[in-house]
């Protein structure tokens, strides 16, 4: 007997569907963004321009409604003045955020001015230092080549002249050399106390 086929499962609705991801931490919102832009690499992505930024409120340069003290305003000219009031607030701040914003923009390029002259500074020592380094050690080395040279030549010269100095015939230790150098010495000693006392 032959054993049943076992059919092929079709792809139903419920399989089709993906089970919804639950967002734990940033990663995964991160992830689910990535992957729902190469789902399709063809359509273009919106990159938002950066907000620019408020514009000057103009100067009313004709105020038709002009607050008084005059006996005769209606109720309705109170919201009028303060509706004039806090525009012209909101400018006065402006301009005072505008100033702020400026002078620290000013600062800030100043400080890295500052920070750049000093750097350019320390590396110009720093350089002039390891060329100065690098000179001496380029002065030392030739100087060893000449030393080492004229040592030698020294060297050559000095034994030359013990050859020439030196007599034939060196005297050899003996005990009357020994005594007669004793005796020297001896003298030398007499001689120098007689002095001492004539004078």
Known sequence: MSAPKEKPKRKGK???KEKPV????????????IEKLMKNPDKP???PDRPKGKNTPHVPEFVRN?????????????HVYRHLRRKEYARQKFIQEKAEKETAEEEY???????KLKAEEITAKKRAKRMKKKKNKKAKKPKTEQKSDSESEDDSENE????????SNPPTSTPENETTSGSSETVQKLESGVS????
């Open 160 to 167: 030359e002249e013990e050859e020439t100095t030196k007599p």
């Open 14 to 16: 419920d399989d089709e």
């Open 22 to 33: 639950v967002v734990k931490n940033t990663a995964d919102l991160q992830r689910l963004k």
């Open 45 to 47: 992505v919106v990159i």
């Open 196 to 199: 001492n006392q004539s004078e």
């Open 109 to 115: 390029h100043r400080k890295i001015e500052e920070n």
């Open 66 to 78: 002009v607050m008084g003290s005059s006996a005769g305003a209606g109720s309705g000219e109170f």
